[in-house]
Protein backbone atom coordinates (compact mmCIF):
# COMPACT_ATOMS: atom_id res chain seq x y z
CA UNK A 1 0.00 0.00 0.00
CA UNK A 2 1.70 2.87 -1.10
CA UNK A 3 1.25 6.39 1.13
CA UNK A 4 1.91 9.82 0.40
CA UNK A 5 1.95 12.17 2.84
CA UNK A 6 2.78 15.90 2.07
CA UNK A 7 3.71 19.09 4.74
CA UNK A 8 4.95 22.29 3.74
CA UNK A 9 1.65 24.51 2.79
CA UNK A 10 0.54 27.81 4.44
CA UNK A 11 -0.08 31.28 3.87
CA UNK A 12 2.55 33.30 2.81
CA UNK A 13 2.80 36.99 1.01
CA UNK A 14 3.52 37.27 -2.58
CA UNK A 15 7.24 37.53 -3.02
CA UNK A 16 7.48 34.61 -0.13
CA UNK A 17 8.78 30.96 0.12
CA UNK A 18 7.56 27.79 0.50
CA UNK A 19 9.08 24.16 0.99
CA UNK A 20 6.70 21.56 0.63
CA UNK A 21 7.66 17.65 1.44
CA UNK A 22 5.96 14.55 0.21
CA UNK A 23 6.97 11.43 2.11
CA UNK A 24 6.64 8.16 0.68
CA UNK A 25 6.23 4.65 1.56
CA UNK A 26 4.54 1.23 0.73
CA UNK A 27 7.25 0.81 -2.43
CA UNK A 28 10.88 1.28 -3.41
CA UNK A 29 11.01 4.87 -3.63
CA UNK A 30 13.90 4.90 -5.28
CA UNK A 31 12.47 3.50 -8.85
CA UNK A 32 9.59 6.10 -8.58
CA UNK A 33 9.20 9.15 -10.70
CA UNK A 34 7.27 11.83 -8.20
CA UNK A 35 4.82 14.77 -9.32
CA UNK A 36 3.18 17.48 -7.52
CA UNK A 37 0.21 18.74 -9.29
CA UNK A 38 -2.16 21.65 -8.19
CA UNK A 39 -6.05 22.64 -7.97
CA UNK A 40 -7.45 25.74 -7.28
CA UNK A 41 -11.06 26.24 -6.60
CA UNK A 42 -13.08 25.87 -10.07
CA UNK A 43 -10.25 24.59 -11.68
CA UNK A 44 -8.66 21.11 -12.68
CA UNK A 45 -5.98 19.60 -11.36
CA UNK A 46 -2.50 20.50 -12.83
CA UNK A 47 1.12 19.73 -13.52
CA UNK A 48 3.30 21.03 -11.66
CA UNK A 49 6.19 19.72 -11.75
CA UNK A 50 8.12 15.84 -11.94
CA UNK A 51 11.36 14.23 -11.24
CA UNK A 52 12.77 10.68 -12.52
CA UNK A 53 14.00 8.59 -10.12
CA UNK A 54 17.29 9.25 -10.56
CA UNK A 55 17.06 13.02 -9.96
CA UNK A 56 18.40 13.75 -12.94
CA UNK A 57 15.61 14.31 -15.53
CA UNK A 58 12.79 16.95 -14.50
CA UNK A 59 9.91 18.92 -15.84
CA UNK A 60 7.90 22.25 -14.54
CA UNK A 61 5.25 24.19 -16.27
CA UNK A 62 6.35 26.83 -17.89
CA UNK A 63 4.48 29.49 -15.26
CA UNK A 64 6.60 27.56 -12.52
CA UNK A 65 10.21 27.58 -14.47
CA UNK A 66 12.47 29.23 -12.74
CA UNK A 67 10.67 30.11 -9.22
CA UNK A 68 10.01 26.51 -8.26
CA UNK A 69 12.88 23.60 -7.65
CA UNK A 70 11.77 20.68 -7.74
CA UNK A 71 14.52 17.66 -5.73
CA UNK A 72 13.86 14.78 -4.59
CA UNK A 73 16.06 12.28 -1.31
CA UNK A 74 15.97 8.29 -2.03
CA UNK A 75 17.72 8.00 1.74
CA UNK A 76 14.73 9.31 3.27
CA UNK A 77 11.60 8.97 0.70
CA UNK A 78 10.68 12.43 -0.10
CA UNK A 79 10.67 14.59 -2.36
CA UNK A 80 10.55 18.60 -2.38
CA UNK A 81 8.76 21.25 -3.87
CA UNK A 82 10.98 24.73 -3.01
CA UNK A 83 8.67 27.52 -4.12
CA UNK A 84 9.97 30.91 -4.32
CA UNK A 85 8.69 34.40 -5.46
CA UNK A 86 4.85 33.43 -4.88
CA UNK A 87 2.46 34.83 -6.71
CA UNK A 88 -1.02 34.85 -5.82
CA UNK A 89 -2.30 32.69 -8.73
CA UNK A 90 -0.02 30.04 -6.99
CA UNK A 91 -3.11 29.72 -4.74
CA UNK A 92 -4.44 25.78 -5.04
CA UNK A 93 -4.33 22.47 -3.22
CA UNK A 94 -0.97 21.12 -4.17
CA UNK A 95 -0.92 17.13 -4.44
CA UNK A 96 1.97 15.05 -4.65
CA UNK A 97 1.44 11.66 -6.90
CA UNK A 98 3.88 9.04 -7.56
CA UNK A 99 4.60 6.56 -10.91
CA UNK A 100 6.27 3.34 -11.81
CA UNK A 101 5.41 3.43 -14.96
CA UNK A 102 8.75 3.86 -17.07
CA UNK A 103 9.93 7.02 -17.11
CA UNK A 104 9.23 7.46 -21.26
CA UNK A 105 5.56 6.45 -20.96
CA UNK A 106 5.17 9.49 -18.23
CA UNK A 107 3.47 12.44 -19.11
CA UNK A 108 2.33 15.74 -17.79
CA UNK A 109 -1.09 14.52 -16.94
CA UNK A 110 -3.01 13.31 -14.03
CA UNK A 111 -3.73 10.09 -16.01
CA UNK A 112 -0.07 9.23 -15.82
CA UNK A 113 0.23 9.23 -11.90
CA UNK A 114 -1.21 6.04 -9.96
CA UNK A 115 -0.87 7.38 -6.57
CA UNK A 116 -1.80 10.80 -4.71
CA UNK A 117 -1.29 12.14 -1.37
CA UNK A 118 -4.17 13.77 0.41
CA UNK A 119 -3.12 17.70 -0.68
CA UNK A 120 -1.90 20.45 1.46
CA UNK A 121 -3.05 24.45 1.28
CA UNK A 122 -0.69 27.11 -0.34
CA UNK A 123 -2.58 30.59 0.00
CA UNK A 124 -0.33 33.72 -1.41
CA UNK A 125 -1.44 36.71 -0.29
CA UNK A 126 -1.15 40.05 -2.39
Known amino acids: QVQLVESGGGLVQAGGSLRLSCAAS????????MGWFRQAPGKEREFVAS????????DYKDSVRGRFTISRDNAKNTVYLQMNSLKPEDTAVYYC???????????????????WGQGTQVTVSS
Open 51 to 58: IRWSGGST
Open 26 to 33: GRTFSSST
Open 97 to 115: AATWAPYSRVRATTTSYNY
